[in-house]
């Protein structure tokens, strides 16, 4: 999945989906998707990550406590 970096504005492959949806999880395995050749992975806070349209991540997706 891409998202876009918010600060950057680079587009960022998510390599861990199963952490991206986990509210508990603050940060993803990820990697830039710019340039021509593939950077390392690296952690990225999911609260610097956005949707490549600038929209936030869903609530459910950052906040443990969204049912409440």
Do not use: Q, T
């Amino acid at each position: 999945m891409f998202l876009k970096h918010a600060a950057k504005g680079d587009l960022v492959e998510v390599l861990d989906l199963p952490a991206l949806f986990d509210p508990c999880a603050d940060n993803v395995i990820a990697r830039f998707h710019a340039g021509e050749e593939m950077p390392e992975a690296e952690d990225f806070n999911k609260a610097e990550l956005v949707f490549p349209s600038g929209e936030a991540l869903p609530r459910c997706w950052v906040d443990p406590g969204y049912k409440s």
